[in-house]
């Protein structure tokens, strides 16, 4: 994984000059700025959006709802663009949307080999590994190493499915709902759903990971 | 096109490395690099399918070696030229040619929530009934178009079963290229691990094909 430099951290100039992708990309900026071709303030309210706004809190809601209330589970297998709708989640990147079902015998795990195509509006924006060489390559066709990298470990009859996203159609994976959790309600329901569930390289642990 | 982006399949990038507590962002100007590509899109100059294509394009070996984001500035400076929006003198030097009059831009920040909210949905209606149904094999086509795509080599010439018809959607290999949207019928099919893999596979693959990309099995 590359390096990560810290120029520019909350707009401050650091003590190390501007990389040069800080440059080009400002450069470009003013650029389009100038011509009237972008304005400023948008860019601004976009970043806003994934970096504070849309994340998988919103899938974990989902999928807390689902585990939590038969009717609305069937709907998100029927029709998942509307049931996730009804909590507010939509739009860009999610426009189509089908829940996969993890159960005893099926293990469900979302890839994207062509991109790096991602449910935005349930999960945000796709972590770095998720849109890198390894994943991509070996989530068709060495699903068990990749899991095995994440630490987990399914028995030999669970039918491990792979979702290639290669249309318009976002896949989002319905996790098991861990035992011991028949108590708690929806917001603690929603507490133990992580990303890496929901894309299917985890399972849901019925105590809160650490964050 | 064959490109090393179409990875399904291949070996030898090693383990995949995933970072605890990753950021949203690593570096503000990626940051920049998203927003910029999201809102020149909004002037509908390129389709999604296209700026797929600009990335596409990037050769082999900077493809594999640039970060995510810097294929996605690459992808967004190609796209500027090719659609005149702006020019390569005015990219080179970042400055404005001189006497250029000052756009609008489309997307104001006080409709940016809309229009992220309302996205781009590309289902659309067809006359033609589709020729497949659910349960039946097909074959994903042997083709190895020098346009965009979004049959992966690991599939083609390979058999699997329809599982879902997911309506017809715009097609990615005319809209990438000016074509028009062209809609056809999607469906998911769902291809066995050992008929693409081998004695050592197991389990599944589903992947979302276009009528185009299928014959008969």
């Known amino acids: 994984m590359s390096g990560h430099d810290h120029h520019h951290h909350h707009g401050g100039e650091g003590q190390d000059p501007p990389s040069d992708m800080t440059l080009r990309v400002k450069a470009l900026e003013s650029l389009l700025v ?42 998100l297998l029927e029709d998942a663009t509307a049931a996730i709708a009804e909590l507010g989640y939509g739009g860009r990147q999610g426009e189509h949307m089908i829940a996969v079902e993890n159960t ?21 924006l796709p972590p770095v590994w998720y849109k890198s060489a390894p994943y991509r390559s070996r989530a ?17 009859d669970v039918e491990i499915r792979v979702w290639d996203s290669t249309a318009e159609i976002r896949y989002l994976v319905l996790p098991e709902r861990p035992p011991g959790t028949e108590a708690l309600n929806e917001d603690a329901l929603a507490e133990l759903v992580t990303r890496d569930s929901m894309i299917g390289v985890a399972r849901v642990s019925p105590t809160r990971a650490p964050s | ?61 900077d493809y594999l070696r640039m970060s995510y984001y810097e294929k996605w500035f690459a992808g967004l400076a190609t796209l500027l030229v090719e659609s ?9 030097n970042g400055r404005a040619a001189p006497g250029t009059a000052k756009s609008t831009p489309p997307l104001r920040a006080d409709r940016v ?6 996205g781009g949905p590309t289902e659309r209606a067809v006359a033609d009934a589709p020729r497949f149904m659910v349960g039946m094999t097909v074959r994903a086509r042997t083709m190895n178009p020098l346009g965009h795509t979004r049959l992966p080599r690991y599939v083609r010439g390979r058999l699997g079963t329809i599982s879902r018809h997911h309506g017809a959607h715009v097609f990615p290999d005319s809209n990438a290229h000016g074509l028009g949207e062209q809609p056809q019928h999607l ?6 691990a050992r008929e693409l893999w081998g004695e050592t596979g197991s389990g599944a693959i589903y992947i979302d094909l276009w009528e185009p990309y299928l014959e008969p099995g």
């Open chain 2, 1 to 61: 096109m064959n490109g090393v982006h179409d990875m399904g399949g291949m070996q030898g990038f090693g383990p995949v490395v995933a970072e605890a507590n990753e950021p949203v962002f690593h570096e503000r100007w990626e940051a920049r690099a998203l927003a910029l590509t999201l809102a020149v899109g909004a002037w509908g100059r390129w389709t999604l399918y296209a700026s797929r294509y600009a990335r596409e394009r990037i050769p082999a070996a």
């Open chain 2, 187 to 192: 469906y998911q099919v769902r291809f066995e």
């Open chain 2, 84 to 92: 005149r929006l702006v020019t390569g003198d005015e990219l080179a």
């Open chain 1, 140 to 156: 068709v066709i060495d699903p068990k190493g990749v899991l095995a990298e994440f630490g987990l470990a399914l028995p030999d």
């Open chain 1, 104 to 124: 005893p015998k099926v293990h469900n795990l979302v890839v994207c080999t062509l991109c790096s195509c991602y449910p935005w509006p349930v999960l945000g």
């Open chain 2, 113 to 118: 929530a809309a229009a992220l909210a309302n």
């Open chain 1, 34 to 75: 100038e011509k009237g071709i972008v304005d400023p303030a948008a860019l601004d309210a976009i970043i806003d959006t994934y970096e504070y706004k849309i994340g998988p809190r919103n899938g974990a809601r989902v999928v807390a709802r689902a585990w939590r209330d038969p009717a609305y589970k069937a709907r």
